[in-house]
């Protein structure tokens, strides 16, 4: 079994700065793309930010210059480093990692349980 597990999350004042941590573990072969999403109250969720193994990124134009997601292959972690954080930033933040569990085997996306991120003053 896999498991995806984020943390970090919190209330923060318009401006300030969070640091999300994803980890994954279990049986895990190789793990390619890892990638943050959000879902806000009444909203569909949506692509925040995502990163292959190699270290190519992609964002969300809305965080752009303000977001970074970095990760460590070693620790099967993804960070997001979030910046000059907004009201409309607020949502749950979910941790997705498409993986292999074998070396022939297919890909599977397993999802994390989501953190919560407020930004109110």
């Known amino acids: 079994q896999v498991q995806v597990v984020e943390s970090g999350g919190g209330l923060v004042q318009p401006g300030g700065s969070l640091r999300l941590s994803c980890g994954a573990s279990?049986?895990?072969?190789?793990?390619?793309?890892m990638g943050w999403y959000r879902q806000a109250p009444g909203k569909q969720r949506e692509l925040v930010a995502t990163?292959?193994?190699?270290?190519?990124?992609n964002y969300a134009d809305s965080v752009k210059g303000r977001f970074t997601i970095s990760r460590d292959n070693a620790k099967n972690t993804v960070y997001l480093q979030m910046n000059s954080l907004k009201p409309e930033d607020t949502a749950v933040y979910y941790c997705k990692a498409n993986l292999r569990t074998t070396l022939a085997g297919p890909q599977y996306q397993y999802w994390g349980q989501g953190t919560q991120v407020t930004v109110s003053s």
């Open positions: 279990g049986r895990i072969f190789t793990i390619t793309n």
């Open positions: 990163i292959t193994s190699g270290g190519s990124t």
